[in-house]
């Protein structure tokens, strides 16, 4: 787990400093190291978090005859099993790092090498005979990589913020804040600072020596034929597979944990985890006892417990939570509305001090259809479709729907009508034979799994040094659970159904197929009191709420979740906007401290 960055030119010499620059900004995500290597136009920046190949994995790395040159971020999973392929054709190695595999796929298999690879990746690689630059992110779009083009040529990194130096002073997108505002988060190629785009999960992006790029997905959910398939061979086969993948997951050469939720996705994973060690594995988990939100801590106790897990828990409120805010946003770059971020920075920066990976549960909900919304009433399910019947209603409606327009200043307005765009097209995509459930799966897994969840799975953690696992995507399980009859996944009172029927070999019953409840922050407890007297006076005034909202309509706003407490995560997005604007686009990106007072970096 690393953080990368470049700049191709279109004349010139690629200058050093820059380098400097983008790797100044990413060595949270490495801070075991820092490589560069430039020539005539191209530079390249590595920052290492060494996980594989301690000793000698440094970056960029190169093939035999130096003609390629790579720098890559994450893990290649089955880098044993493509080596000793690789080398049957001759191919020498020159480092045991998993990541050098890319290289000399490369070599062998040329355009279609990335179908060979399993793993969560994203890595620049130039050919310096052709003058070509490759620019590829994993299927799932586990690791991040993003694009921005200048006048002088293409600047790219892990994370925006290594950007910066080469954007100057950063400028909103209205159609990303709508996204945000609505959905929690941006998506699609769009993000939040203008001219800066994404890379999609499972595409990679051809930079020849023009400068003229070009783009293909490798990989699509809608790329998934539906399966006909009875129980017991699924059952069987899912066993098989789970491993497989848990085998070359556990790759590393450093020490491993699990963040434990108490939920099925992790409670699952500790016992595919156990099943493969010969020693305990260590668990952590979080909760809010003081709180009136569910606390899962003692079941994820129990389920530690069950299988011998070295366990710790972390039991958190208010005063130690919401300092964490600016540094989470700071971490994530991108706007995301999410309350878990607070604990799981909490629980990343604990873990980092004698982890430096870990393993979690992102990806069994869409997957295994395992969210009520995948379940909704008909009439509801009604509802939405008259409301936006081109996405078949689902994702209809926003969290700032039923609020006054006038609420937005003109500009964002104007971009409004837009919000729903990634959910629309990921919809339109689905073949028409596809069941209205797995067109559901595939939408979020086109733009919630990667655009929030995994933004949290990344970015959090590496602000820490951690890295994080997610076996529930690995691309093979996703297949596989895409694929899977709707009778299967869900009935009329569960969702996730095949997954629970597996994990009782592993679990109790109980826990498996009682009443799902996501994990829950106390956040509508917080924005209360003195806080919210606090932000009435301030969030209004917020230079970046002023530019993009009414001033007198976010007071009212404020008055209103006073009266009612119904307007929690409205508010909540302002004030991640407000404090995102402020480090961001008024200041220039430097990280805050862990905790620090929130109100000072709103006005």
């Known amino acids: 787990m690393c953080g990368l960055g470049g700049l191709y030119l279109h004349r010139g010499e690629a200058p050093e400093s820059a380098l400097d620059a983008i790797s100044r900004r990413l060595a949270h995500r490495g801070p075991d190291g820092a490589g560069h290597w430039r020539e005539g136009r191209v530079g390249l920046a590595h920052a290492r978090l060494a996980i594989i190949d301690l000793a000698g994995g440094q970056q960029p790395l190169y093939n035999e005859d130096g003609r390629l040159v790579l720098v890559a971020n994450g893990e290649i999973y089955n880098y044993i099993e493509l080596r000793a392929e690789l080398e049957g054709l001759g191919h020498r190695f020159s480092t045991h790092s998993d990541c050098e595999t890319i290289l000399h796929a490369y070599e062998a298999w040329g355009e279609h090498f990335v179908d060979r690879l399993h793993g969560m990746f994203a890595f620049a690689l130039y050919d310096r005979s052709s003058g070509i630059l490759l620019l590829a992110r994993d299927r799932l779009g586990i690791k991040p990589l993003f694009i921005c083009e200048r006048p002088d040529g293409l600047y790219f990194a892990s994370e925006i913020k290594g950007l910066l130096p080469a954007i100057g002073k950063p400028e909103v997108e209205p159609r990303a804040l709508a996204q945000y505002l609505q959905s929690n988060y941006s998506s699609g190629r769009t993000t939040l600072y203008k001219g800066v785009e994404r890379l999609l999960p499972g595409e990679i992006a051809t930079i020849d020596a023009t400068g003229a790029i070009s783009r293909r997905r490798y990989w699509s959910p809608y790329h998934i034929e539906p399966a006909s398939i009875a129980l017991p061979d699924a059952l069987e086969h899912y066993d098989a597979l789970m491993r497989d993948v848990m085998r070359e997951h556990m790759r590393t050469d450093v020490p491993f944990g699990l963040f434990l939720s108490g939920g099925v996705d992790s409670s699952v994973l500790l016992a595919l985890l156990a099943r493969e060690s010969q020693t305990p594995i260590r668990t952590l988990s979080v909760g809010f006892p003081d709180s009136g939100v569910r606390n899962e801590l003692a079941v994820a106790a129990s389920t530690a417990a069950r299988f011998s897990a070295k366990h710790s828990a972390l039991e958190l409120g208010k005063d130690s939570l919401l300092p964490r805010l600016p540094h989470c946003i700071w971490a994530a770059d991108e706007l995301m509305a999410d309350y878990a971020s607070l604990p799981l920075s909490a629980l990343a920066e604990r873990a980092g001090e004698e982890l430096k990976v870990v393993f979690s549960g992102e990806g069994g909900d869409e997957v295994f259809a395992g969210y009520g919304r995948y379940r909704p009433h008909p009439l509801k399910a009604l509802l939405g479709w008259l409301r936006s019947p081109e996405s078949g209603g689902f994702r209809s409606k926003g969290l700032f729907s039923g609020l006054p327009p006038t609420l937005f200043s003109a500009e964002l307005n104007a971009a409004m009508p837009h919000w729903r765009a990634p959910v629309t097209d990921a919809w339109r995509a689905a073949p028409a034979t596809w069941s209205r459930l797995q067109r559901m799966q595939a939408a979020d897994i086109e733009t919630w799994l990667p655009d ?97 909202f009414d001033p007198a309509g976010v007071s ?48």
Do not use: C
């Not at 869900?490 to 994990?519: C, H, T, V, Y």
């Not at 009212?556 to 480090?583: M, P």
């Open 556 to 603: 009212a706003l404020i008055r209103l979740q006073r009266q009612t407490s119904h307007h929690s995560q409205a508010l909540w997005a302002l004030l991640q906007f407000a404090i995102w604007h402020t480090l961001f686009i008024e200041g220039d990106g430097a990280r805050p401290p862990a905790s620090a007072d929130i109100l000072e970096y709103i006005a």
């Open 452 to 548: 929030d969840l995994l933004v949290k799975a990344d970015r959090i953690l590496m602000a820490w040094g951690v890295e994080g696992r997610v076996p529930f995507l690995d691309h093979r399980v996703v297949e596989f659970g895409l694929s899977l009859p709707d009778a299967l996944k869900i009935d009329r009172k569960n969702g996730k159904r095949f997954l629970k029927l597996w994990a009782e070999r592993f679990l109790p019953r109980d826990q498996l197929w009682g009443k799902k409840s996501g994990f829950t922050v106390p956040v509508r407890e917080w924005l209360s009191g003195e806080l919210l007297d606090q932000l009435e006076t301030r969030l209004p005034e917020n230079p970046g709420v002023r530019r993009w």
